[in-house]
């Protein structure tokens, strides 16, 4: 990560010195309020620098999280290269924090890091289409906490080979598919369908030692996934706007390196409100967040609402047993401030009763707040 680092520093130097640069920057909490309060703060540091050796380079920081990155270097018309390093350190994948039926089990955690390196390869056929593969390689890093006592599985070399295909008819505000902003706007359709696989240079499987059969205690050799989103928005009268975020999963041997997380109202999970994040880790589902955005000044800088959330998950009690499927759902009401540059956002919600949570009720709330230089 370091060279990477010093080598972007090397390019922006000697090739992007002059070159347009915006820099955006946001800080937020997703917090579990009842019936355990819990929670966890995010900041987002995003640099792009357009026109660095025919792309741009970004350079982005996010919580624990490094990346250094070339991206859309054209290689011709249609064809564009881009090439990451990332490294994240000790909350990883939210490992340090398990939790089984809405119940943190802070023996089942640990510290997890990794390093990465990749490159994709994107192909503009034309009009709203892009299909890309990517290629990249991931080594883990496991420590245990004051409070694990499981076995912790090997670290492990990943090869992840990805093939992606994406529509794009979406229309947003400007910097609204920046990385600060947590819940953007659009209006259009966009949707998108990867294939994915995850090759483990080492398996592990450790012999529950209870009846919950606690599923971090094993890595796959081959995990294979098919991943599909769709994202719309429609203007249904001049102040309301209606937004879908839909997404779905299925895999095969998936561990929780790999598994979607679920719960929480941040952009980095499958948004349940109510739960906290990551109230589960589950490889086969189908879930949808919809909203309705009523601007409260003509302009409509400003912007509340309400939002609903619901899905059928695979394991929802995470013993391990792959078929059993359990509903969850959760709303919300949140507030979209704008001032230019200046954005706030704020969201409470609560998950609906449910058989696979063992107390109630369960609250969340999510602020964040975001400025943009460009």
Do not use: C
Not at 217 to 234: D, H
Not at 269 to 274: K, M, R, S, Y
């Amino acid at each position: 990560m370091r060279a990477a680092l010093s080598l972007s520093l090397l390019l922006a130097s000697g090739s992007a010195f002059g070159q347009r640069w915006s820099f955006e920057g946001g800080l937020a909490g997703d917090v579990s309020l009842a019936p355990d309060p819990r929670g966890f703060g995010i900041v987002v540091a995003d640099l792009r620098g357009r026109g660095v050796a025919h792309g741009d380079l970004r350079i982005t920081l996010n919580t624990d999280t490094l990346q250094v990155g070339l991206e859309n270097v054209a290689l011709s018309p249609r064809v564009q290269l881009n090439v990451f390093a990332r490294g994240e350190g000790l909350f990883a994948g939210m490992l340090p924090t398990y939790l089984a039926r809405g119940e943190a089990v802070a023996t089942r955690g640990f510290f997890a890091s990794y390093a990465q390196v990749g490159a994709s390869v994107k192909w503009l056929p034309g009009g709203p289409h892009v299909l890309e593969l990517a290629l990249s390689g991931r080594r883990w890093f496991f420590t245990a906490s004051d409070a694990t006592t499981v076995r912790l599985p090997p670290e492990p070399f990943t090869f992840e080979p990805r093939l992606r295909y994406v529509y794009w008819a979406l229309r947003t505000p400007q910097g609204d598919t920046d990385p600060a902003i947590f819940h953007p706007r659009f209006e259009g359709v966009a949707a998108g369908v990867e294939l994915g696989m995850d090759l483990r240079s080492e398996p592990f499987a450790a012999a529950p030692d209870d009846s919950r059969a606690l599923r971090n205690l094993r890595v796959n050799e081959r995990a294979l996934f098919v991943r599909q989103w769709i994202r719309a928005g429609v203007r249904a009268h001049r102040r309301l706007r209606v937004q879908i975020e839909e997404q779905a999963s299925y895999g095969l041997d998936e561990d929780d390196l790999s598994r979607p997380r679920v719960g929480g109202m941040n952009p980095y999970a499958v948004q349940i409100p109510g739960l906290p994040w990551p109230a589960l880790l589950s490889e086969r589902f189908v879930a949808a967040l919809v909203s309705a955005h009523w601007a409260v000044s003509r302009p409509g800088s400003h912007e509340l609402g309400v939002a609903l959330g619901a899905g059928g998950f695979s394991d929802p009690a995470r013993r391990g047993v792959i078929d059993q499927y359990g509903f969850f759902s959760g709303a919300a009401i949140f507030a979209d401030l704008r001032w230019e540059r200046l954005v706030v956002h704020l969201r409470a919600g609560a998950a609906l009763p449910n058989e696979w949570l063992d107390r109630a009720p369960h609250v969340s709330a999510f602020a964040s707040i975001t400025r943009a230089w460009r």
